[in-house]
Every structure is written in C-alpha cells, then in structure tokens.
C-alpha cells in the first residue's frame, strides 16, 4: 500500500492550496479516508475525514468552513482544498486511511499513512 501526498508549498496568508492524495495497493472505495497535519514539535492532529462515497465529511473546528476534502474514487486520490489559510495552519500534512467509519479523529484508527506535504503559510 502506498500514500503519496503532493500539493504542498509556501503560500501567503489569506491564499488557497489544493493538497492531493494518491493512494495504489489498496481496495481505495473500502477505505475512510483522513487528514492530518503535524507542526514542529507538535502532536499529529485530525484535520478532515471523508467516507467511502464521499457523501459525508467531518472537519477539524479550527478548518471548518475553510477547507474541504473530497475524493474521486475512479482515480483513487483525495482531495484537501484549503482557502483562507492562516500561519498556524502551517504544517506537515498526511493523508491516512482507515476502514473505521466512526470518530476518525484518532491517529490510532488509521491503517495506512503516507509521507507528507508540506505547506508554509507566510505571514
């Protein structure tokens, strides 16, 4: 199983990034599909999750409103579309998956894992 996050870059604040997911070696449509972003010296923590079909998705307070995950399961990726960022929402960010379909704001409950992208938000 292999997740490979790209989209990451410096951007200023107030600007928009579109994060991507592309995930192979697994049964994709099975799968719940998650978020997370990690700063230095900071817990991983739970940005966003959206289930197998794509019709539910749970955010993170501090995104609300600001971003928005979706998937294309005939291309196996999902998608973080992140607007108005800020500075502190510059981190790491992982995509995961999990075939769990409740909470889904635990690290613990994720199977696999990619790498990461980075994403600088300059103030």
């Known amino acids: 199983v292999q997740l490979v996050e790209f989209g990451g870059e410096l951007v200023q604040t107030g600007g928009s990034l579109r994060l991507s997911c592309s995930a192979s070696?697994?049964?994709?449509?099975?799968?719940?599909m998650g978020w997370f972003r990690q700063a230095p010296g900071k817990e991983r923590d739970f940005v966003a999750a959206i289930n197998w079909s794509g019709e539910m998705a749970t955010y993170a307070d501090s995104v609300k409103d600001r971003f928005a995950v979706s998937r294309d399961n005939a291309k196996n990726a999902v998608y973080l579309q992140m607007n108005s960022l800020k500075p502190e929402d510059t981190a790491r960010y992982f995509c995961?998956?999990?075939?769990?379909?409740?909470?889904?704001?635990?690290?613990?409950?994720?199977?696999?894992w990619g790498r990461g992208t980075q994403v600088t938000v300059s103030s």
């Open positions: 995961a998956a999990t075939l769990t379909s409740t909470g889904l704001i635990y690290t613990s409950q994720y199977i696999w």
């Open positions: 070696g697994l049964t994709f449509r099975s799968y719940t």
